[in-house]
């Protein structure tokens, strides 16, 4: 059986849609190369519950933009992001705990 995510940071934005399963969830690890977004939550894996601490400390919080900027070669790690005006090198299991939705 998976393991399902449980949510540990979750400051929705008022009007933001929720994201859930069959919700259209959209992963920042999925993101398309240097497209604007918005953070809408962040959701830890079960077995690694600390990583939405650390995600929400270094600013992957709610309303902040972010982009992907470039994706390691071969496969695709690790993944380089800008989150608000800071730059930073995701693995990909860590970027796919980030929730977005596009930019308005």
Do not use: K
Request: contains cysteine.
């Amino acid at each position: 059986m998976a393991a399902v995510a449980t949510p540990v940071v979750s400051p929705v934005l008022p009007g933001a849609p929720r994201v859930g399963v069959g919700a259209g969830l959209a992963v920042l690890a999925e993101a398309p190369l240097r497209q604007a977004f918005q953070v809408i939550d962040v959701v830890a894996p079960v077995g690694q519950p600390d990583w939405a601490d650390r995600l929400a400390e270094i600013g992957f919080l709610a309303g902040e933009q972010v982009q992907v900027l470039s994706r390691g070669v071969p496969g695709g790690d690790p993944i380089a992001v800008r989150v608000g005006t800071s730059t930073f090198a995701l693995r990909r299991a860590e970027a796919a705990c980030v929730h977005i939705a596009p930019r308005g």
